[in-house]
């Protein structure tokens, strides 16, 4: 008897240790839902977009999550929530939460990038641009340098 006493008061007083160690059980607070803070999306091929993911509640034990495309052809995304446009299309992008399972998901939709069009008397997008910018330096059409030519607004 003496023997069990001894073992059950060492126990209490290793608890006590623990508690005011602050190692006693913590109590785990389960996620119960997740949202994607975007709406959904509209890029061009080759355009990144950083997604964030919301997790209620904001006190949860096991915040973790994993992001996925239903089509990693059109849109691929990181285990960080970049998502990558690679080809025209649409696809779905979902997160979920390693904790209960919660899941969100918004449609990435990808076009292609339209073509920025030139002014008639523009040789190239960087005539444009140096004409916007640096006009006097521009060059006449037979490659003579042009002082005359005013800065025009496109």
């Not at 006693?24 to 964030?52: E, M, P």
């Amino acid at each position: 008897m003496k023997k069990y006493l001894s073992i059950f008061l060492a126990a209490v007083i290793m608890m006590g240790v623990f508690q005011s160690a602050g190692l006693a059980a913590v109590k785990t607070v389960q996620v119960k839902s997740v949202k994607i803070t975007h709406t959904n999306l509209a890029l061009t091929i080759g355009v990144k977009a950083a997604l964030t993911a919301e997790i209620k509640p904001a006190n949860a034990t096991n915040k973790n999550i994993t992001w996925k495309s239903a089509d990693t052809s059109i849109v691929y995304v990181s285990k960080t929530g970049v998502v990558t446009a690679k080809a025209t299309g649409t696809a779905k992008v979902s997160v979920t939460t390693r904790d209960a399972n919660k899941t969100d998901s918004i449609t990435v939709t990808v076009i292609k990038p339209r073509p920025i069009p030139l002014p008639d008397n523009a040789k190239s997008i960087e005539t444009m641009l140096y004409g916007v910018c640096f006009g006097p330096y521009l060059t006449e059409p037979n490659g003579a340098p042009s002082v005359k030519m005013p800065v025009r607004r496109l």
